[in-house]
């Protein structure tokens, strides 16, 4: 197969197949890049004007107890320069911890959004999320599951708890700043109820 994509100062030319999809995925990935540099500019401009979350910090909780998964979400943060603070755990019972600020950690103040791996010791992400939504304080949070799992019951479950999706770790390795983006534009887009931020 021959292939021809040409840009100012690029040609890809009668490669095979797997090069191609590569360089497209890096393609691909530049531009996003640029979009999200599209989009912090913009917020520049927007400010105070638009948007309730554009004067909120967003949090992140990464929920994952594969140190290896999580430095790669922790390295992604740092590439694309990712704005948000980022606070690591390793299981459910830990993320429940921050999130209600118990034995001693600081509370986790909203707004927020938690990235949930399924297959986590002592508590795993479907009894986290069981947890969460049973928790009057905490039953709006804002969840992501990012996981290896492709399980149908996994899947349901998750979506059943109102998770706002569900991810496999395979595909966002591969297209990670399509992640950063997403948190991005959430951010921008995003709004929280007021006053979540106050003990129930």
Same mark, same amino acid.
């Given at each position: 197969?021959?292939?021809?994509?040409?840009?100012?100062?690029?040609?890809?030319?009668?490669?095979?197949?797997?090069?191609?999809?590569?360089?497209?995925?890096?393609?691909?990935?530049?531009?996003?890049?640029?979009?999200?540099?599209?989009?912090?500019?913009?917020?520049?401009?927007?400010?105070?004007? #638009?948007? /309730?979350?554009?004067?909120?910090?967003?949090?992140?909780?990464?929920?994952? $107890?594969?140190?290896? $998964?999580?430095?790669?979400?922790? !390295?992604?943060?740092?590439?694309?320069? %990712? &704005?948000? /603070? #980022?606070?690591?755990?390793? @299981?459910?019972?830990?993320?429940?911890?921050?999130?209600?600020?118990?034995?001693?950690? &600081? !509370?986790?103040? /909203?707004?927020?959004?938690?990235?949930? @791996?399924?297959?986590? &010791?002592?508590?795993?992400?479907?009894?986290?999320?069981?947890?969460?939504?049973? $928790?009057?304080?905490?039953?709006?949070?804002?969840?992501?599951?990012? %996981?290896?799992?492709?399980?149908?019951?996994?899947?349901?479950?998750?979506? !059943?708890?109102?998770?706002?999706?569900?991810?496999?770790? %395979?595909?966002?390795?591969?297209?990670?700043?399509?992640?950063?983006? #997403?948190?991005?534009?959430?951010?921008?887009?995003?709004?929280? /109820?007021?006053?979540?931020?106050? @003990?129930?």
């Amino acid at each position: 197969m021959s292939f021809m994509l040409e840009k100012p100062g690029f040609c890809l030319t009668t490669m095979s197949l797997g090069v191609q999809n590569l360089c497209l995925d890096i393609l691909c990935d530049m531009a996003m890049y640029q979009i999200i540099y599209y989009v912090r500019v913009r917020r520049l401009y927007l400010n105070e004007m #638009l948007l /309730p979350m554009t004067n909120q910090s967003l949090h992140v909780l990464l929920v994952e $107890d594969d140190d290896v $998964d999580a430095e790669i979400i922790q !390295r992604a943060f740092k590439a694309y320069h %990712t &704005p948000y /603070p #980022l606070t690591h755990v390793h @299981d459910g019972l830990e993320a429940l911890e921050v999130l209600r600020g118990e034995h001693g950690r &600081p !509370r986790l103040a /909203p707004p927020y959004v938690i990235l949930l @791996d399924i297959h986590l &010791p002592r508590m795993n992400g479907i009894e986290f999320l069981r947890a969460l939504r049973q $928790d009057a304080a905490l039953m709006w949070s804002i969840v992501f599951v990012l %996981t290896i799992s492709d399980h149908y019951e996994n899947i349901v479950s998750a979506y !059943r708890e109102h998770v706002a999706g569900y991810f496999l770790k %395979t595909k966002v390795n591969q297209h990670v700043a399509q992640l950063m983006y #997403l948190l991005e534009t959430y951010t921008l887009l995003g709004v929280f /109820p007021s006053g979540l931020d106050k @003990d129930s």
